[in-house]
């Protein structure tokens, strides 16, 4: 077959036979190996040689190439490669594959020569239809060569380019940080002229008090730095700063309460205290202190007002005492948000419990240090009363 064609640099452009594939360098008109017409204008009669016989053998150009006009680049080529390019238009004529793209196209070796395929890309959305190319909305769209990439891959099928990192890591964002189910919210209830004030909990912590982040400065009740909400875990915490008048939350059916424990009920305070134990023996001399005659009691409710001092106290006869506006043991008819039976309080075996009797306005407890918030508690703070709202499906 002869000595083997020189190797082709990354910058040469050549012409494919379409015949037997035989790689000819630009200008050739003719194949030399089956000889095949290379030229790309239509019309040439097929086995002209290209080439006519001058006088001394010499051979003469063809006039046809000369005075023919050139094709369009738009026109398609007459044979499945790039054929008949002329040296000062390599580009146009190739479409997507320059000059510099040649030593990445496929070759086959035919005897001693190298052939170099150039094949037109083909459309990647040709032939789909009209649900076909709805579907490509699923995936990613290679921006170099349009192929749409399966989820999940890093690469494009089809010409290898990477997937954007910014494609692969992507993550749905909220429109606002208000849909962030982690982030809480604290809806005012009763605030004294700023009643449904919404408060978004996107900070670390959340100073409360007559300064700090939520600002009650019109309250005589709140101390100048009272609770503080904080995330734990993800879950909202609220704790009491060493407040003079507390943090009382909500409760929900029956919860357990020691001695000394203080809650809310309506507009009043009531702290639990266990029966004092007995001090009627004699003194000295033998003489007893005269006062009221005693009965067995649990325990005793102490009212408390406002300024510290104590208000009612009144002990329970049997093993509870229920609280309300009427038929109770403890009625408060002129307390407007206090509920007909409002709560309870029992002994149960020496063991306290506190009942609230689904009271319009609720029960509420005075934490020691810090409670764990859920969607929908409240919580009172000074004559402030706050709603908790968790961004949950």
């Known amino acids: 077959m002869g000595s083997p064609a020189p190797e082709l640099s990354t910058q040469e452009i050549g012409i494919c036979c379409g015949r037997c594939e035989t790689y000819s360098t630009v200008g050739t008109l003719v194949c030399a190996e089956c000889g095949n017409d290379l030229a790309i204008e239509a019309g040439r009669p097929s086995g002209s040689s290209g080439m006519s016989a001058a006088a001394g053998g010499e051979a003469a150009p063809d006039p046809r190439r000369m005075t023919q006009p050139a094709r369009s680049i738009h026109e398609e080529p007459t044979s499945p490669y790039i054929t008949g390019l002329d040296d000062d238009e390599p580009d146009r004529r190739l479409g997507v594959y320059g000059s510099e793209n040649l030593s990445k196209q496929p070759?086959?070796?035919?005897?001693?020569?190298?052939n170099v395929q150039l094949a037109r890309p083909a459309d990647p959305l040709a032939g789909l239809s009209e649900e076909e190319l709805m579907d490509q909305a699923k995936h990613f769209v290679c921006t170099s060569c349009m192929t749409p990439v399966p989820t999940g891959h890093k690469f494009c099928g089809r010409c290898g380019a990477e997937v954007p990192p910014e494609i692969l890591k992507l993550q749905v964002q909220f429109f606002s940080e208000m849909q962030d189910p982690e982030k809480a919210r604290l809806i005012l209830i009763r605030g004294e002229g700023m009643d449904a004030l919404s408060y978004h909990l996107k900070l670390e912590q959340h100073i409360v008090g007559r300064s700090g982040q939520l600002e009650f400065p019109d309250d005589p009740f709140i101390s100048p730095k009272h609770a503080n909400f904080f995330y734990?875990?993800?879950?909202?915490?609220?704790?009491?700063?060493?407040?003079?008048?507390?943090?009382?939350?909500?409760?929900?059916?029956?919860?357990?309460?020691?001695?000394?424990?203080?809650?809310?009920?309506?507009?009043?305070?009531?702290?639990?205290?266990?029966?004092?134990?007995?001090?009627?023996?004699?003194?000295?001399?033998?003489?007893?202190?005269?006062?009221?005659?005693k009965h067995p009691t649990a325990f005793r409710l102490v009212q408390l007002l406002e300024g510290g001092a104590t208000g009612m106290t009144v002990c329970a006869r049997g093993n509870s005492l229920q609280i309300g506006r009427e038929n109770g043991d403890l009625n408060f008819p002129g307390d407007v948000y206090m509920s007909a039976q409002h709560c309870t309080v029992g002994d149960e075996g020496g063991k306290f419990t506190l009942t609230d009797h689904d009271s319009r306005n609720g029960t509420y407890v005075r934490i020691k240090t810090e409670a764990t918030l859920g969607h929908g508690d409240y919580v009172f703070i000074g004559r402030k009363l706050l709603r908790v709202e968790l961004n949950v499906n």
Do not use: C
Request: net charge negative.
């Open 232 to 293: 734990r875990d993800s879950k909202l915490v609220v704790r009491d700063e060493g407040s003079l008048n507390g943090v009382y939350l909500r409760i929900r059916g029956t919860v357990d309460l020691s001695a000394g424990d203080t809650f809310l009920a309506g507009e009043q305070v009531f702290r639990l205290d266990p029966t004092p134990k007995a001090a009627d023996a004699a003194d000295g001399d033998g003489t007893f202190f005269y006062s009221s005659p």
């Open 107 to 114: 070759s086959v070796e035919r005897g001693s020569e190298r």
